[in-house]
């Protein structure tokens, strides 16, 4: 299953590291906000697919995915599939490709100090 740090997981969403409590209970409170139908009635697939539409729509139209929204998507993806990682890779036919991983926790670390390395770098030069 996914990686925890206590109760915290951390979820890789294509270039995005999104910090999650309690991911199942997440879901539970947000599911009728999120627009998935009953989480219980989906499978790992109409999850992924659900994710992906939502990504691929924000991309489309050059919005940029809000904290919430990605906190909900990790919710969904982690909870329906136990991964902490899913990349959506661009098709040539205008789609998404999905592709589900479970990286190590080092790994998501790591990433997480380089995303927040780079905020900080950016509100620095943007103060100059």
Partial sequence: MGMTKGKT?????????????????????????????DPHTLRA???IEFVGGKVCEAMRK???????????????????????SLMLKPKSN??????????????LETYQRGAANDQREGLAHAGS
């Fill in 9 to 37: 997981m951390l979820f890789l969403l294509n270039d995005h590291i999104v910090e999650l409590d309690m991911p199942e209970a997440h879901l539970r409170q947000r599911w009728r906000s999120i627009g998935c139908g």
């Fill in 45 to 47: 697939q109409d999850a």
């Fill in 62 to 84: 050059s919005v940029a995915l809000g904290p919430e929204e990605l906190k909900d998507y990790a919710a969904l993806i982690i909870a329906k599939t136990g991964a902490n």
């Fill in 94 to 107: 205008g789609g998404l490709e999905p592709r589900l991983q479970d990286l190590p926790k080092l790994v």
